[in-house]
């Protein structure tokens, strides 16, 4: 009987579990399969191939550099421009397009331009140049080797003294001699120190160069003098008369001005060295003869926006910036600009695109902004930044990308986020950055000061909120900080920096997604991001137009 029994009681309880199930099953399919998130479609959406083809495109020789004022900047800017518009955003530039249109004025050096030492000419822009703000200036004196020019009479040091630098060119080694703690000579602003009493002297001119072991050497220096100068909007501003003529000298340079005088560079070095040195007369003339030719010319930025879903913060935006311009070309020579920053701009269309595509829109509006004139001055930005097209009051945040290559090292995952520690964009990144398993990590190379050297720093100006990103593989940090410094040295600014077989574009497309999904959390936050209480900038509110110390800016 229990058998039977038991036959009959399963039939019901099988008939019941039919229906318990039936009434079940879209729940559990629903949680098998659950929504995905608005980072999961920009993630999905966002593609290696966007980035690629963009980056490709941009740096394209007939692209010719994107010089600013140039036909490759303005064939960048339309180009830019169809991209926006393929994408649905609508014009926020002059006159109902695209572009902002800004003047400069661009200074060239005239043939006339040279240097002689003795009887031998300099090569401009080979052996020497004059820095932008010398401009039309001429004289001849006599020369003088002064060492590191330190006077410091408590410890005993007087490199000036045997020598009378007035109506002399002063030739002199720039920065901390060796073993001297750059940091301290930094701090205590110890070159300005030694510039100022050297003016207080009355030289004719001050020739500088290096020994060769610092970061920025004169080299580097004299090769960014000698290429043409763009100022934003009217004529530049040079040193007034009577001030001193400066000249940088290049290794060869140098070597030349030294032998005219009865010595070796290495002698010169080696006696600037020591702190008996009381300076020497090289018994030598030269001459110096800085002429300009200036014209007016015109670049664009190019600003777009994805209006926002949401009635009240529609009416404010993220602002995603990256410049689009280089060096373009110069004496037959293109600057490409690949990593500097075609791949920016590239990433940042890419999160352009992908937001284009997403079922729904962000509830904030989302402004794009490729700058030109950055490699200048950071003069687009500035220029947006105030004369801008969209209520800087209502910028919530800008994110900004300018990058020297270290995402294309492999795949992402550590991250710079510069300025974190002045907002809560700061604690934003960090928990974007988790959930993609990339680890944060503060400024490597905070003496290159990059917070101040890039287009966010112009928002940031005006009180806005900012971060720049910068991606980089796994692992020990120091190597893939020596690829970079390695990079500098070789390809940055110059006509070496194009797209590499070896670059691990993935890396490329994980700093975008990272951009992209920060953007969309900002949008959807009911309030923008603030400065953090403990940031010097706090004081600053949205649209801000008092300039900003000295002691807050990238002299610090």
């Known amino acids: 009987m229990r058998s039977r029994s038991f036959r009959g009681q399963g039939s019901a309880i099988f008939s019941i579990a039919v229906l318990l199930l039936s009434s079940i099953l879209p729940v559990a399919a629903q949680t098998a399969a659950p929504a995905r998130s608005t980072a999961d479609l920009i993630r999905e959406g966002l593609t290696v191939q966007m980035i690629k083809d963009g980056t490709i495109a941009l740096s394209a020789p007939e692209m010719e550099g994107r010089?600013?004022?140039q036909p490759g900047g303005e064939k960048a800017a339309n180009w830019i421009a169809e991209k926006f518009k393929a994408y649905g955003l609508k014009p926020l530039?002059?006159?109902?397009?695209?572009?902002?249109k800004i003047n400069f004025t661009e200074t060239v050096a005239d043939p006339a331009t040279s240097f002689t030492i003795g009887d031998k000419a300099l090569e401009y822009g080979t052996d020497f140049a004059f820095p932008p703000m010398v401009g039309n200036r001429s004289g001849s004196a006599d020369v003088v080797f002064v060492g590191y020019a330190i006077v410091g009479k408590a410890a005993g040091i007087d490199q000036l003294a045997d020598v009378d630098i007035s109506g002399k060119y002063a030739v002199m080694l720039d920065g901390p001699p060796p073993g001297?703690?750059?940091?301290?000579?930094?701090?205590?602003?110890?070159?300005r120190a030694i510039m100022r009493n050297l003016y207080s002297k009355r030289p004719a001119g001050i020739i500088t160069f290096s020994r060769g072991d610092e970061q920025q050497t004169e080299d580097q220096g004299v090769d960014y003098y000698s290429r043409r100068q763009l100022s934003l909007g009217g004529a530049r501003e040079y040193l007034p008369d009577g001030a001193p003529i400066f000249v940088s000298a290049t290794k060869s340079g140098i070597e030349k001005i030294f032998a005219a005088g009865g010595m070796t560079r290495e002698q010169a070095i080696e006696l600037a060295a020591n702190t008996a040195f009381k300076g020497k007369?090289?018994?030598?003339?030269?001459?110096?003869?800085?002429?300009?030719?200036?014209?007016k010319v015109s670049a664009y930025n190019v600003a777009g926006v994805l209006e926002g879903s949401d009635p009240k913060l529609s009416s404010e935006a993220v602002l995603f910036s990256a410049h689009y311009d280089a060096y373009g070309k110069l004496n037959g020579k293109i600057y490409a600009g690949a990593a500097d920053n075609a791949l920016g701009v590239a990433e940042m269309l890419s999160v352009a695109e992908t937001y284009s595509k997403l079922p729904q829109k962000p509830?904030?509006?989302?402004?794009f902004l490729a700058v030109t004139g950055e490699e200048y001055g950071l003069f687009g930005s500035k220029a947006w930044a105030?004369?801008?097209?969209?209520?800087?009051?209502?910028?919530a945040a800008d994110l900004n990308l300018d990058g020297i290559g270290s995402e294309v090292y492999g795949p992402v995952k550590t991250m710079v986020g510069y300025g974190a520690e002045h907002s809560t964009l700061g604690a934003l990144l960090d928990s974007v950055a988790k959930s993609m398993e990339i680890n944060v990590i503060p400024d490597p190379m905070p003496d290159e000061k990059v917070f101040y050297r890039s287009d966010h720093y112009s928002f940031v100006e005006r009180g806005v909120p900012s971060l720049m990103l910068l991606g980089?593989?796994?692992?020990d940090k120091e190597v893939w900080i020596q690829k970079i410094k390695d990079w500098e040295k070789g390809d940055y600014h110059q006509p070496g920096d194009t797209v590499k077989d070896s670059w691990a574009w993935e890396g490329a497309e994980t700093v975008a997604e990272v951009m992209a999904i920060m953007g969309w959390h900002i949008s959807e936050d009911a309030q923008m991001p603030s400065w953090l209480k403990t940031s010097r900038f706090s004081k600053y509110d949205r649209g801000n137009s008092k300039p900003i110390p000295e002691d807050e800016s990238e002299e610090q």
């Open 472 to 475: 980089a593989p796994a692992g």
């Open 180 to 191: 001297f703690p750059k940091e301290t000579w930094e701090k205590q602003k110890l070159q």
């Open 386 to 395: 105030k004369d801008p097209t969209w209520d800087i009051k209502k910028v």
């Open 281 to 295: 007369d090289l018994k030598v003339k030269a001459k110096a003869v800085s002429k300009v030719q200036s014209n």
């Open 363 to 367: 509830k904030r509006s989302m402004v």
């Open 93 to 100: 530039g002059d006159k109902g397009s695209y572009l902002q």
């Open 67 to 69: 010089g600013t004022g």
